[in-house]
């Protein structure tokens, strides 16, 4: 016989828990019996196993198998359903909230881009409006016209050439008899 193996998800928390089998038979119910199955109780708490079969496969279940070795142990609680739609009541309208504040900041930055554009428009007809003034300015007004008071033009002397000094003759310098063994520089007469 093979069980059904849960795969962990998320919902294993809202898995209804299993009766066990003496839960299952009929029994005689009392008034205070019945009143408390009618009240909503604390839901009990499971436990979901990892098991390891003979064969190697990985079952995830709530019913251990004999002969299995068990590699993991998860204990869950089921969830209420009253506060799991308080929960999911609550995320919606965080949701909206995050929502209607994104929209918002959206459309104030869409209004200051407008702006921005606006002012960049009126700058540039503003600038266009300058150009054309200054343009018909400078076609109405008359070419400008430039005085030169008249100056006599005296001519300047002719610069003086002054002719080069002579230079004395060079001297010789005094003899230096050259070492024994040097070589003497190129170009030098040596006498023999």
Request: charged residues 25%; aromatic residues 2%; hydrophobic residues 35%.
């Amino acid at each position: 016989m093979r069980v059904p193996s849960l795969p962990i998800v998320a919902g294993l928390m809202a898995l209804a828990p299993h009766a066990p089998a003496s839960a299952q038979a009929t029994s005689t119910a009392t008034p205070a019996s019945a009143a408390s199955a009618a009240a909503p109780s604390a839901p009990a708490a499971r436990e979901i196993v990892q098991q390891r079969l003979p064969d190697g496969r990985v079952i995830f279940t709530d019913r251990p198998q004999p002969g299995a070795k068990t590699e993991r142990r998860w204990t869950t609680t089921p969830e209420d359903p009253a506060e799991a739609e308080a929960r999911r009541a609550a995320a919606q309208r965080e949701s909206a909230a995050v929502s209607e504040r994104i929209g918002r900041q959206i459309e104030l930055q869409r209004e200051r881009d407008q702006e921005v554009e606006l002012a960049r428009a009126k700058a540039a007809q503003a600038e266009a409006e300058r150009e054309a003034a200054r343009a018909r300015a400078e076609a109405e007004a008359p070419p400008p016209v430039v005085v030169i008071p008249h100056r006599p033009v005296r001519p300047r002397p002719p610069p003086t050439v002054r002719p080069p000094e002579p230079r004395p003759p060079e001297r010789p310098g005094p003899k230096v008899p050259p070492r024994p063994g040097a070589t003497p520089p190129p170009g030098t007469l040596v006498d023999h």
